[in-house]
């Protein structure tokens, strides 16, 4: 968000509206020219309360020192503040914060069977 009132009107429409990350990795095993690659799509669920209350969130948030301006979406799911509004994580809390470790590791798993095949 470019300020506090941009942050307020994106979290207002949170709990209607579950905002989702879309990541992408890609693993290049460089000898063989292998590649394997996938996507991680993480939804948050927002509680209802988080429509009617997401002012006051922000406001906390704000208090406690939170880098509301910088965190995209406005929120940080991990900040214990967040936490007490979010019903469900369809995904991962890390595939939200910028990388699924799940999808890393299932994509090494992945590529050691394509090297092996090789073999």
Avoid: N, W
């Avoid at 470019?2 to 990541?23: C, L, R």
């Avoid at 996507?39 to 020192?65: A, C, M, N, Q, W």
């Avoid at 910088?70 to 019903?87: K, Q, T």
């Amino acid at each position: 968000p470019s300020d506090i009132k941009q942050a307020k009107e994106f979290v207002s429409k949170y709990a209607a509206s579950p905002p989702s990350t879309v990541g992408s990795v890609i693993l290049t095993h460089f000898p063989s020219k292998i590649s394997v690659s996938g996507v991680d799509i993480s939804t948050i669920h927002f509680k209802p309360s988080l429509g009617e209350e997401y002012g006051e969130l922000i406001d906390r948030l704000l208090e406690d020192g939170a880098p509301v301006l910088s965190c995209a979406g406005g929120l940080m799911v991990e900040h214990p503040f967040v936490v007490e509004f979010i019903d469900r994580i369809d995904g991962t809390q890390d595939g939200v914060m910028g990388l699924s470790k799940d999808l890393v590791l299932r994509l090494l798993k992945e590529l050691k069977e394509e090297l092996e095949k090789e073999q």
